[in-house]
């Protein structure tokens, strides 16, 4: 079998030009009822609304190299330090983090603002190629976080979690689709979940699971109450491009890659920690 892994292509999204910047924080935040979504596959799963809780749980970011786009998917696990699949963020030219959150606007609304990113730290096991089973990276911003974005955890040694995983990312839902850029979130029952030393396997063949977009998404465990990232998504594998959606994804085991995960997150942090100190008392 081959590792197949594939940049998503953007179209051009409409600018702000000709709005005054007094009305722009007012015209950012929406107002839409809970039930205004539609019903989609991420694949074999559902969108998620705008005011779902999961919306706090993942991040979409986008990448840029030279005049190519791509998306993918993280998730927030410091105030200012994202976690994401390496293939997704090395040499990029530029990224920027999507977040939903109500911060700044009035009742029952929403905005999605852009945070971009400072500094990115590569596993350094990842040489590029699939094989490596270390496709990992750290990505930090230049500002916090929204507050009502979920920082997540890491599946601990000794947590034990529930029998359905819940996947989330901004991929397509086939592979010939060009509806990226959506939430959509599908639970996995534990028979189709492998848990090995370096890697989790996940079994698409009964129609559920990632496609291209939800490189570095989470796989989620349920520890009590509480969503813990139980792996990153690297890759779909297929034997060709028309079933390498439908076959099996692999991600990257976070247990297994915790030390290196916690040392180098808490280490990036602490540097926002200090500029922010510093900015404080006027140095």
Request: glycine content about 6%; aromatic content about 6%.
């Amino acid at each position: 079998m081959i590792l197949l892994f594939f940049p998503v292509l953007l179209a051009g999204c409409a600018t702000d030009a000709g709005l005054s910047s007094a009305m722009m924080p007012l015209l950012r935040c929406q107002s839409i009822p809970p039930d205004a979504h539609t019903y989609d596959k991420i694949i074999g799963g559902r969108e998620v609304g705008f005011y779902d809780p999961d919306q706090q749980n993942v991040v979409q970011i986008k990448i840029r190299r030279g005049s190519r786009d791509s998306i993918c998917t993280a998730s927030l696990i410091r105030d200012r330090v994202l976690l994401t699949a390496a293939h997704c963020v090395k040499d990029a030219d530029e990224i920027n983090a999507f977040f939903v959150t109500s911060e700044g606007c009035p009742v029952n609304s929403r905005q999605k603002i852009t945070i971009s990113e400072k500094e990115v730290l590569i596993h350094p096991e990842f040489d590029g190629s699939p094989q490596s089973f270390a496709d990992l990276a750290l990505v930090k911003l230049n500002s916090d976080a929204p507050k009502d974005q979920l920082r997540l955890k890491l599946v601990g040694t000794g947590d034990e979690f529930s029998d359905e995983f819940l996947l989330l990312g901004f991929g397509i839902t086939d592979e010939k689709s060009k509806d990226a850029e959506v939430l959509r979130r599908v639970l996995k029952p534990k028979a189709e979940i492998s848990v090995r030393e370096k890697i989790v396997v996940i079994d698409q063949r009964p129609g559920s699971g990632f496609c291209r977009g939800d490189s570095g998404a989470p796989l989620l465990a349920m520890v009590w109450t509480e969503p813990k990232i139980l792996a990153i998504n690297s890759a779909t594998v297929g034997t060709a491009e028309n079933n390498e959606c439908h076959t099996m994804s692999v991600a990257m085991n976070a247990q297994h890659f915790a030390p290196w995960l916690t040392q180098h997150a808490d280490d990036l942090d602490r540097k926002g920690w200090l500029a922010r100190l510093r900015s404080s008392i006027g140095l």
